[in-house]
């Protein structure tokens, strides 16, 4: 199982950007799946998560601005971020949680860099 995460980049502030990641493996359909962050200096911490029947949840530090978007034909998930602000600034992680009778998996992608100047 890989989580392969892409998309990030420099963005001016109130800007957008797609972040995207392709979970190969045949998991992606037993997954809840979801994007973190971390800023230099921070503890890790979500910023949006999907179940695997499609509810989403985010914290409210990116609510209304970031939508996660699961696409199980392509094995993809996606987030979208708009109004984009200088504490937005870390690297992106996605995550996979592969649940089955027996165990729980949690799978990471490399990171993907988000700056947003200020």
């Known amino acids: 199982v890989q989580l392969q995460a892409s998309g990030g980049g420099l963005v001016q502030a109130g800007g957008s950007l797609r972040l995207s990641c392709v979970v190969s493996g045949d998991i992606f359909s037993q997954s809840s799946v979801g994007w973190y962050r971390q800023a230099p200096g921070q503890q890790r911490e979500w910023v949006a998560v999907?179940?695997?029947?499609?509810?989403?949840n985010y914290p409210d530090s990116v609510k209304d601005r970031f939508t996660i978007v699961r696409d199980n034909a392509k094995n993809t998930v996606y987030l979208l971020m708009n109004g984009l602000k200088p504490e937005d600034t870390a690297v992106y992680y996605c995550?996979?949680?592969?649940?089955?009778?027996?165990?729980?998996?949690?799978?990471w992608g490399q990171g993907t860099q988000v700056t947003v100047p200020s």
């Open positions: 995550n996979a949680v592969h649940v089955t009778a027996r165990a729980r998996t949690n799978y």
């Open positions: 999907q179940a695997i029947g499609g509810a989403k």
